[in-house]
């Protein structure tokens, strides 16, 4: 502790783990924030893209979306002449995910310089963190053996997918749905759909991942089909669990199941696909993903086709015959290993979700802590996802409670 101030000696105010499309997008929306000593510790050579500078598809939301918080004032103030970045957070339809990533760079850029030399730690994962209460700091270990001190630290770590227990007989056949869909993959899935000699491949799953990975495995077969005529070439099998969240059962359903000024109003035209009937929520599948299952749906997609299978394993023989199974069940938060005064409370491989309340302060045991964060790590919980105002005020809140949190005692106090 120092004692004038009576707070911790620590090397910064606010430790940002993962420097990706959260942190970048919720610091450009609090400016103001960036008067504390704010650091962030990215494993990648850059701060702003993440995961989004991976993929070789189109975003599911509209460009504008991504970009809703952005507040141009400050260091950002620059920035409304980019038209790299504007363009993208103008775009009222959806976006090439590559146009993202170099506008979260262009953003990310500027969140660099604002926050200086000693802001950023890049190429720096992050093994642990380790909270302690009495103490009101919170460590911060790197894989290099260092370790940083701060006076709070928000998780913004992202998400990944894990191989799913129902594939595991499979899964040496097996991708998951990020590796089919991202740019570096794409001459090595050819070579293995060229190499399938007309077995078939397996997507499991129908969200977006997985029409996504069936929309890269159509076009590449498209393009194995001109460049090597007459070869055997796979079919396209999608493996969906139940028509569940992506839909209601009726018009009348989605109208009834409404929640009053929290959900986008049902809307007959928008909402009902035209070819098949399909009554769809507020959630999951828009744009070409959606167009993609309608047709999908209606039998009129060519070499493709849906099979219901309420668990994978009713669909085993597909599955055995596979030449490859693409795995697209979903997404998982991922933090490196969390500690609470001494207590590995989170494990980087626990299956527990990271929750948080409205303010993003984690849940541990079911309590706000006050020294821990979580900015969106976790995928919309299935519950929630036909609210709209689900995490709409989450920045606000988060920028708030980081702003009293980070104020020296003094004007704490005043
Ligand atoms: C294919 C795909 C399409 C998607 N499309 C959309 C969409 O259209 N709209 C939408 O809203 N969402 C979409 N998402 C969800 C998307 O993942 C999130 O909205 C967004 O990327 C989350 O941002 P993030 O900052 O949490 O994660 P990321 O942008 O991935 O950032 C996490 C960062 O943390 C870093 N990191 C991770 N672990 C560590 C560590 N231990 N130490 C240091 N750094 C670390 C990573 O390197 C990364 O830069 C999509 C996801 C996928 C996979």
């Given at each position: 502790m120092d004692p004038r101030s009576a707070q911790p000696v620590v090397d910064s105010d606010i430790a940002f783990v993962g420097g990706g499309f959260r942190t970048t997008t919720f610091l450009s929306s609090a400016p103001?924030?960036?008067?504390?000593?704010v650091r962030v510790y990215e494993?990648?050579?850059?701060?702003?893209?993440g995961g989004f500078a991976r993929y070789g598809i189109t975003t599911t939301s509209i460009g504008s979306r991504f970009f809703k918080h952005l507040d141009l004032n400050g260091p950002f103030a620059p920035l409304a002449h980019s038209p790299e970045l504007m363009e993208v957070a103008r775009a009222e339809q959806p976006v090439a995910m590559r146009r993202l990533a170099a506008a979260l760079s262009t953003l990310g850029r500027t969140l660099q310089n604002a926050l200086g030399a000693d802001g950023t730690r890049l190429e720096s994962t992050v093994v642990a963190v380790r909270a302690d209460s009495a103490g009101h700091r919170v460590d911060v270990q790197l894989d290099d053996g260092r370790t940083e001190s701060a006076r709070h630290a928000v998780l913004a770590t992202g998400r990944t997918e894990r191989p799913h227990p129902e594939l595991a007989s499979w899964r040496a056949n097996m991708l998951l749905s990020g590796s089919v869909i991202a740019t570096a993959r794409r001459s090595e899935i050819k070579d293995r759909l060229l190499g399938a000699q007309g077995r078939p491949v397996v997507v499991a799953g129908s969200s977006h991942s997985a029409m996504s990975a069936l929309q890269i495995l159509l076009d590449l077969v498209t393009e194995l089909r001109a460049e090597h005529p007459g070869a055997p070439l796979p079919s396209v099998h999608v493996v969906r669990r139940?028509?569940?969240?992506?839909?209601?059962?009726?018009a009348d359903l989605a109208r009834r199941d409404q929640v009053p000024g929290r959900e986008r109003p049902f809307d007959a035209v928008r909402d009902v696909?035209?070819?098949?009937?399909i009554v769809y929520r507020d959630s999951g599948l828009r744009h070409q993903s959606r167009a993609l299952y309608c047709a999908l749906w209606a039998g009129e997609l060519p070499g493709a086709a849906l099979v219901d299978a309420a668990v994978l394993a009713d669909a085993s023989d597909l599955f055995d015959e596979a030449a490859l199974v693409v795995q697209a069940l979903g997404y998982h938060g991922q933090a490196p290993d969390l500690y609470v005064d001494g207590v590995?409370?989170?494990?980087?491989?626990?299956?527990d979700r990271l929750l948080a309340d409205d303010d993003g302060a984690l849940l541990v045991s079911g309590a706000a802590h006050p020294l821990l964060s979580v900015l969106?790590?976790?995928?919309?919980p299935l519950d929630r996802r036909d609210n709209t105002a689900y995490a709409s005020d989450l920045y606000q809140r988060l920028a708030g409670r980081l702003d009293r949190l980070a104020a020296p005692v003094a004007e704490v106090n005043a």
């Open positions: 103001a924030l960036l008067r504390h000593r494993r990648g050579p850059g701060v702003g893209p139940g028509p569940a969240r992506l839909m209601h059962d009726s696909c035209p070819a098949t009937g590995l409370v989170r494990p980087g491989d626990s299956p969106r790590v976790e995928p919309t």
